[in-house]
C-alpha cells in the first residue's frame, strides 16, 4: 500500500513519541538498578547520580537480605499474593459467571448492587470495626478478606463470559451439564485470557499491599514488604556515607525499591499478550 506524505508523517510524531515515552519509563528504572549496584565510592564520586556504573557491587542486597525483619515479610508477602490471589480468582469468577446469565433471577438488582460499590463504600472506621469483630485483626487473613472481591474484576470478568458462544452453553445443557460442571469444565478453560488479566490485578494489589497492613496489623513480624521497605526508606533519610566500607543510603533505598518491585517486572513479560486480549474482550459488552 502506498503511504502519502501525511502517513509519514503521522508515523514519525508516533514512533518519536513512542521513543519518548518509553525513555520516561525506562530512564527511572535502569537509574534505580544503577545505583543499588555501585560502590559506595563512586556513588560520591558523582554525586548520588549514577546510570551506568563502571564496577558493580552488591553490597546492598547483602545487608537488606541479611534482615530477618526483610526475609520474613518476604515471605509473608509471597503467601499473601498466592493465597490471596487464589481466593481473588475462585470468588470472583463464582459471582461473575451467574451475573454472566441471563436467567438469573433478581440479576439487575445484584448488579446495581455491584455497580454502588465502585461508587460508594463503608468508610475506614466500618471496614476496621467489621475486621475486628471478625477477629482478623493481627493475621495476614486482614491483608486478603477485606478485599476478597474487588467489583470492577467482577465486572470485567462477567463481560468476557457473556461474550462466549452461547451454542457452547446450549450445547453442554442438552448433554444435561449443570451449571457448576458447565462453569468449571468449559467457560474457565476457554477463560485464561481474562483470567489472566484479572489474576495480575489481583497479584499487584497483592504484592504492593500497604494499607491494610498498617490499618490492621501491628505485629511486626506480620507486615509485608511494602511496609518493611517503607521502614528501610525512613530510616536511611541522612546523607551519603562517607566511609568506604559503608553502604550508603541512597545506595539501600534503591536497592529495596528493586527488591519490591522486580518479581512483578519479571512476570508481566510472560503474560503481557494474555493480559491485553483479556482486558479488550472483557472490555467489549457491559
Do not use: C
Not at 525506562?26 to 549514577?50: D, Q, R, W
Not at 530477618?68 to 503467601?79: D, E, N, Y
Not at 448488579?111 to 460508594?120: A, K, P, R
Not at 529495596?256 to 512476570?267: C, G, K, M, N, R
Amino acid at each position: 500500500m502506498v503511504r502519502g506524505k501525511e502517513d509519514k508523517i503521522f508515523n514519525t510524531f508516533v514512533y518519536i513519541m513512542l521513543a519518548f515515552s518509553s525513555a520516561v519509563v525506562i530512564f527511572p528504572l535502569m537509574y534505580v538498578l544503577a545505583v543499588s549496584i555501585t560502590p559506595v565510592g563512586e556513588v560520591l564520586k558523582n554525586g548520588g547520580f549514577i546510570f551506568i556504573p563502571k564496577s558493580v557491587t552488591f553490597a546492598a542486597y547483602e545487608m537488606l537480605l541479611s534482615d530477618t525483619a526483610l526475609v520474613r515479610s518476604i515471605g509473608t508477602t509471597i503467601f499473601i499474593t498466592i493465597v490471596g490471589t487464589a481466593l481473588n480468582l475462585l470468588l470472583t469468577s463464582l459471582t461473575a459467571y451467574p451475573l454472566s446469565r441471563t436467567r438469573l433471577p433478581g440479576r439487575k438488582i445484584f448488579l446495581f448492587m455491584v455497580v454502588f460499590t465502585l461508587i460508594f463504600n463503608g468508610g475506614i472506621i466500618p471496614t476496621y470495626i467489621t475486621v475486628k469483630s471478625m477477629g482478623l485483626l493481627d493475621t495476614v487473613w486482614a491483608m486478603i478478606i477485606p478485599n476478597v472481591i474487588w467489583s470492577f474484576n467482577v465486572l470485567v470478568m462477567k463481560s468476557f463470559f457473556e461474550n462466549l458462544p452461547e451454542e457452547l452453553f446450549d450445547s453442554a445443557n442438552i448433554d444435561g451439564a449443570g451449571e457448576g460442571r458447565v462453569l468449571w469444565q468449559i467457560v474457565l478453560p476457554l477463560s485464561a485470557p481474562v483470567m489472566m488479566t484479572v489474576g495480575l490485578f489481583y497479584m499487584v494489589g497483592h504484592w504492593n499491599e500497604f494499607f491494610q497492613a498498617i490499618m490492621y496489623v501491628t505485629d511486626r513480624n506480620l507486615f509485608p514488604l511494602q511496609v518493611v521497605v517503607r521502614d528501610i526508606l525512613m530510616q536511611t533519610q541522612q546523607p551519603l556515607a562517607s566511609v568506604e566500607n559503608i553502604v550508603p543510603s541512597q545506595t539501600m533505598q534503591m536497592a529495596s525499591v528493586v527488591l519490591a518491585s522486580l518479581p512483578i517486572i519479571l512476570v508481566y513479560p510472560f503474560i503481557q499478550r494474555k493480559f491485553t486480549k483479556g482486558l479488550m474482550l472483557g472490555a467489549v459488552k457491559g
